[in-house]
């Protein structure tokens, strides 16, 4: 069994994960229509932006641990719009009481993904607790989500993809968590969205309720 010591495992078993994380954005995103998106800051922004600069897309620059309380709102405020929320451990370990008010408020709309690769992959890829023994999912089931599991091949990503997708409310009653374990790697930047906090909220606005 894998073990924390000084801040190390004994075996880097994210660097053997199947899965990658732009490959597994892209599939997240293809054919999305028009579901309403939220990334959380660094690699989810990129990855996001490199399928495209979609307008529907809102990317959060800074705001750690912002993304799943964002895309609750927008779940809450547009109920017939599949909100997909996308984001990394260590943006989710910084807003995990999220997670609660999205128990507590059950809107089935709402898909929360965690690309997690254990890392924190903006300041050096030190460590997350995602590493040791934390479960996020068996966190997001005991806050009330309906749907929470954890994801680490290619065959179960493939199984869970219609109901991250589609409308929760179809099959079950509630919110939906997914962890996806991911390679620990550095692939760069690649497409980045706009930077002005002003012009992502307007072309957001605009493509959602179609005001000039």
């Not at 579901?35 to 660094?42: D, E, I, P, R, T």
């Not at 806050?143 to 994801?151: C, E, L, N, P, V």
């Not at 991250?164 to 099959?171: P, S, V, Y």
């Amino acid at each position: 069994m894998d073990k924390m010591f000084n801040g190390t495992l004994d075996r880097d078993r994210a660097a053997d994960y199947p899965l990658r994380r732009r490959e597994v954005v892209a599939q997240l995103l293809a054919d999305r229509g028009d579901m309403l998106v939220v990334a959380g800051l660094g690699a989810p922004v990129w990855d996001c932006t490199a399928v495209e600069d979609h307008p529907l897309n809102f990317p959060l620059w800074g705001a750690m641990g912002g993304a799943a309380a964002l895309g609750l709102g927008l779940a809450m405020a547009q109920p017939g719009r599949r909100v997909l929320v996308i984001t990394g451990d260590g943006e989710m370990l910084m807003g995990l009481g999220a997670l609660t008010t999205i128990g507590a408020q059950q809107p089935d709309n709402l898909a929360v993904v965690v690309c997690d690769n254990e890392r924190y992959g903006e300041t050096g890829m030190q460590l997350t607790h995602t590493a040791g023994n934390l479960d996020l999912p068996a966190m997001a089931l005991a806050a009330g989500f309906a749907t929470a599991a954890k994801i680490s091949s290619d065959n179960e990503f493939k199984a869970a993809l219609p109901a991250i997708r589609t409308a929760l409310g179809r099959t079950a009653s509630g919110p939906g968590f997914w962890s996806i374990k991911i390679r620990a790697e550095e692939t760069g930047i690649g497409a980045m969205p706009p930077k002005d906090g002003v012009t992502l909220k307007d072309r957001f606005r605009s493509a959602l309720l179609g005001q000039k």
